[in-house]
């Protein structure tokens, strides 16, 4: 059973929008930061969006103003709302979590399967 499970993602046309939604299980004692990485074929996996436990939120400047990342500390879910979206964003987007597990033992960063979402051109 996947312990960091993401939503499906999709097609959309340029201009639209798309919510992808990734959730943490299993033991968990706390999460620190959570956010979205993206990669598109032939290219390195790239930071999107990052939300530490607190609220604060850090974008790339690729997407600033078009997504925003939310969470629901209560639940361990992270949410990425993406808006305006362009056929640039086309690529598999990945939920990563930092997440301590046990008590004492250091934070583990665990990775969703990816769902890919692709905006035509």
């Known amino acids: 059973q996947l312990q960091v499970v993401e939503s499906v993602g999709g097609l959309v046309q340029p201009g639209g929008s798309l919510r992808l939604s990734c959730a943490a299980s299993g033991r968990i004692f706390s999460i620190n930061d959570m956010g979205w990485y993206r990669q598109a074929p032939g290219k390195q996996r790239e930071l999107v969006a990052v939300?530490?436990?607190?609220?604060?939120?850090n974008y790339a400047d690729s997407v600033k103003g078009r997504f925003t990342i939310s969470r629901d500390n209560a639940k361990n879910t992270v949410t990425l709302q993406m808006n305006s979206l362009k056929p640039e964003d086309t690529a598999v987007y990945y939920c990563?979590?930092?997440?301590?597990?046990?008590?004492?033992?250091?934070?583990?960063?665990?990775w969703g399967q990816g769902t890919q979402v692709t905006v035509s051109s």
């Open positions: 990563n979590a930092d997440i301590k597990r046990i008590k004492y033992v250091r934070n583990e960063g665990d």
């Open positions: 939300i530490t436990s607190g609220g604060s939120t």
